[in-house]
């Protein structure tokens, strides 16, 4: 059909009605402006968005335990964070309760003798050993797997003071060597 012919609006009555090659450029011409406009909408939101920062909205790793005052000597075990925080006098560390076969929470079991023992280059009290009661992993007291399926030690967390309030704070993220030790002051 020629450019010049009559527009299917003019087109008498009973006449095939067509579309005229400069209405279908046209269609053409704005679907092509419009996807134009999309993706250069497209691009400019993603460019603003690289200019806000990422912000982690998942939970806080470091957790206030409580004061020192809070822990007394020996073992004290903590069922909300799974965790065992272990006191001699002004000597603290703390050691992960999840078993490290499937994640059962193990049980801590008092020893009927207490002794220290060195552990890695450390002095260590000992004052218990840990069992799961899923498969039958032992764990040493220093969270040594010694039995069972465990593949692994026992994590043991990073132990800091609140500088606002005094408190103990665990970093659940921060797994530490056995010769961790939190000296207070
Ligand atoms: S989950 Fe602890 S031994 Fe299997």
């Known amino acids: 059909?020629?450019?010049d012919a009559i527009h299917p609006k003019d087109a008498p009555r009973?006449?095939?009605?067509?579309?005229?090659k400069k209405d279908r450029r046209e269609f053409l011409m704005r679907l092509g402006i419009g996807a134009g406009v999309v993706a250069v909408g497209y691009q400019g939101a993603a460019s603003l968005r690289s200019l806000v920062p990422n912000v982690s909205y998942d939970a806080p790793t470091?957790?206030?335990l409580g004061l020192p005052g809070d822990f007394p000597?020996?073992?004290k075990f903590l069922p909300d964070l799974r965790l065992f925080v272990f006191r001699d006098n002004k000597v603290f560390h703390a050691i992960s309760a999840v078993c490290t076969h499937l994640g059962c929470t193990v049980r801590a079991e008092a020893l009927s003798?207490?002794?220290?023992r060195t552990v890695a280059g450390q002095p260590l009290k000992m004052t218990h050993r840990f069992q799961c009661p899923c498969h039958g992993s032992r764990y040493s007291g220093d969270g040594g797997n010694v039995a069972g399926p465990a593949p692994k030690?026992?994590?043991?967390?990073?132990?800091?003071i609140a500088p606002d309030d005094g408190q103990l704070v665990a970093d659940l993220a921060q797994e530490v060597g056995h010769?961790?030790?939190?000296?207070l002051a």
């Open 179 to 183: 010769d961790f030790r939190l000296t």
């Open 1 to 3: 059909m020629s450019e």
């Open 113 to 116: 003798s207490i002794e220290t």
């Open 14 to 20: 009973g006449e095939p009605v067509t579309f005229f």
């Open 153 to 160: 030690p026992l994590a043991w967390y990073h132990l800091s």
């Open 62 to 64: 470091t957790v206030k």
């Open 73 to 75: 000597d020996g073992l």
